[in-house]
Nanobody, 120 residues
Framework: QVQLVESGGGLVQAGGSLRLSCAAS????????MAWFRQAPGKERELAAA????????NYADSVKGRFTISKDNYKNTVYLQMNSLKPEDTAVYYC?????????????WGPGTQVTVSS
């Protein structure tokens, strides 16, 4: 089993920045990919950014490209999401997720989520 705990959410004005952290514990050696998803009120959950632990490759939703950066601290088994130039439409609950497979849509582990609110 893998446990994921997010931190770093909060309230920020439009144009501001936040950094989210996701710490993985347990059998983290089984993780191949970690990602950040987000779910805004009344909307479906969507992938914001993903990080492949083997290759270091990343991918981003078009809506966050150029503003968000996902990165990993190898020593701490922690993944970060640096969010810059935040917009009110970035307001959502942000979830950290991890999967054992290197590719594919299914994520095996989820954190409880952290609220990000961007005021206009």
């Amino acid at each position: 089993q893998v446990q994921l705990v997010e931190s770093g959410g909060g309230l920020v004005q439009a144009g501001g920045s936040l950094r989210l952290s996701c710490a993985a514990s347990g059998r983290s050696i089984s993780i191949k990919t970690m990602a950040w998803f987000r779910q805004a009120p009344g909307k479906e959950r969507e992938l914001a950014a993903a990080f492949n632990w083997n290759s270091g490759s990343t991918n981003y939703a078009d809506s966050v490209k150029g503003r968000f950066t996902i990165s990993k601290d190898n020593y701490k088994n922690t993944v970060y999401l640096q969010m810059n130039s935040l917009k009110p439409e970035d307001t959502a609950v942000y979830y950290c997720a991890a999967r054992r497979a290197e590719f594919g849509p299914v994520y095996d582990y989820w954190g409880p989520g952290t609220q990000v609110t961007v005021s206009s």
